[in-house]
């Protein structure tokens, strides 16, 4: 589904990514792992082009996406991301902030005369009834009409997940999506997330939790200065790890 | 203070019998009319011009829409209010041979000028909305300009909104040198009934007594529209 190819990004003379290649199938829960400024989360951030990549390429469903001729809001919308520090929109409610990008793109669609047979009213309402759903499922109904400020850092990733796949994204990118919480909310984030795992969803996910990786990931990759130094099964890659700047940081890791 | 009393005598005389109510009325209206068109004015051109000044700037016509957002925003801020009424309405209509009457003249420099000075307030607010905002818009496929319109500039106005207001009053006070391109505002209708008594002690007395009132309903407007768009923030 994503094809990586020689994936460089430099910031001013700083080359954070030294060539990235990777395939990410159908299905794949990737795990990316690797020790803080090592260009994990620069990787991530250039799959959907949140950085503009320096050189190379990445193909999504047969564009390169990393042209910067390509229209990247059209491929956004079916790539979720899922940030550290949630990024809710502050200014709008709960239900607010998963309908919203539903409304206005499929509205636009509307207009552009890319989708037919439906009204701006039934987009909206079709947008409600699915947002709800995906509130309900993460017990959060009784939250849809409140503010995100009301809410606990568990709540707010749970809220942010489901507005990513409010979309129905092809795919969805977790940059540290438990970094920012407090201990005992880790746990209802990550079950969402093994939810999803299990329903199929593609899923690219940077974090230090390394329980996750081993229980739910089929690939697990460790980059360190910009290069994937290492990748394989959980099993291979916590089990048996060849590289030794990876041994080095898996003893710092799982103590 | 029998002499005060005299005065007022004349004042209410000139105020009820000889219709100067008509021409205060008027003078007000003039007045609001000005600053209140001329901050929504500014307001549209502020934000247009904070908007272009935060886009990233790789491109090239981004950087000559900043380049002539900043010429703009200097020749504005660098000339009294005064002076761009007289230029707009003694230079720049005879050249062009346009006719507008001085209220008009007044809304549209009070515009321009305050959108100048908006656009640094509106610019401060936008930095002052984490960029995780921005960032989260553009993930699920929104446009930089649906972003900003429907996420950081909401923001960005709660956070700005007393300074907005500060510059409200000071449009609504600065409106007093209308007069030079000939709008008839507050000054100038109770200029009439002073210069009609001979007696200027109690309608600038009045006068000033109106500006105030006005300001500080003004304040009270603004405090209350503060807290409702606070809501956002409020736990419970």
């Avoid at chain 2, 009319?33 to 929504?40: E, M, Q, R």
């Amino acid at each position: 589904m994503i094809d990586v190819i020689n994936l460089k990004k430099k910031f001013g003379d700083n080359e954070i990514l030294r060539g990235i290649d990777i395939t990410i199938e159908k299905g794949d829960i990737v795990v990316v792992i690797g020790p803080s400024g090592s260009g994990k989360s620069t990787f991530l951030r250039c799959l959907n082009c949140m950085e503009d990549p320096t050189s190379g390429q990445i193909i999504f469903k047969g564009t390169d996406i990393a042209d910067m001729k390509v229209d990247i809001n059209e491929h956004r919308r079916h790539m979720g991301m899922v940030f550290q520090h949630f990024n809710l929109f502050n200014n709008k409610t709960v239900i607010e902030n998963i309908m919203l990008a539903p409304v206005i793109l499929q509205t636009k669609d509307l207009k552009k005369g890319r989708i037919k047979g439906t009204t701006k009213k039934q987009i909206k309402e079709e947008a409600r009834e699915n947002a709800l759903k995906l509130l309900k499922r993460i017990g959060l109904e009784d939250k849809a009409d409140v503010y995100p400020s009301t809410l606990s850092g568990g709540q707010k990733q749970r809220v942010a997940i489901v507005r990513a796949l409010a979309m129905n994204p092809d795919v969805i990118l977790f940059d540290e999506p438990t970094s920012a919480l407090d201990p005992e909310m880790v746990g209802e984030v990550l079950d969402l997330m093994k939810e999803l795992a299990k329903e199929g969803m593609t899923m690219v996910i940077v974090t230090h939790e390394m329980g996750f990786a081993k229980e739910v990931a089929n690939k697990v990759i460790f980059i360190d200065e910009g290069k994937i130094l290492e990748s394989g099964t959980p099993k291979e890659f916590f089990g048996n790890p060849q590289n030794e700047r990876l041994k080095e940081f898996l003893s710092k890791v799982l103590v | 203070m029998g002499n005060f009393s005299q005065k007022v005598d004349k004042f209410i005389e000139i105020f009820i019998a000889q219709n100067g109510y008509v021409k205060v009325i008027e003078g007000l209206k003039n007045t609001m009319l000005i600053a209140v068109l001329g901050l929504i004015i500014g307001i549209i051109i502020g934000t247009l011009i904070a908007t272009v000044r935060v886009i990233p700037k790789y491109k090239v016509l981004p950087r000559i829409l900043n380049g002539f957002c900043s010429f703009y925003v200097g020749l504005f801020r660098g000339t009294p209010m005064v002076v761009q009424l007289l230029v707009v309405y003694y230079v720049l209509l005879p050249i062009f041979g346009m006719k507008m009457t001085g209220v008009q003249v007044a809304v549209m420099v009070f515009g321009l000028n305050s959108g100048a000075y908006i656009s640094e307030i509106m610019r401060s607010g936008i930095l002052s909305v984490d960029h995780g905002q921005m960032e989260a818009g553009r993930a699920v496929g929104l446009s930089f300009g649906t972003t900003m319109m429907k996420i950081v500039i909401p923001q960005a106005v709660k956070n700005i909104l007393p300074t907005l207001g500060n510059e409200f009053i000071a449009l609504i006070k600065e409106t007093s040198v209308v007069s030079f391109v000939g709008a008839a505002d507050l000054y100038v209708a109770f200029n009439y009934i002073g210069s009609n008594s001979y007696e200027f002690m109690v309608p600038y007395l009045v006068m000033a007594m109106i500006y105030i009132v006005i300001v500080l309903v003004i304040s009270a407007a603004i405090k209350i529209m503060e807290r409702s768009l606070r809501k956002s923030d409020r736990r419970h």
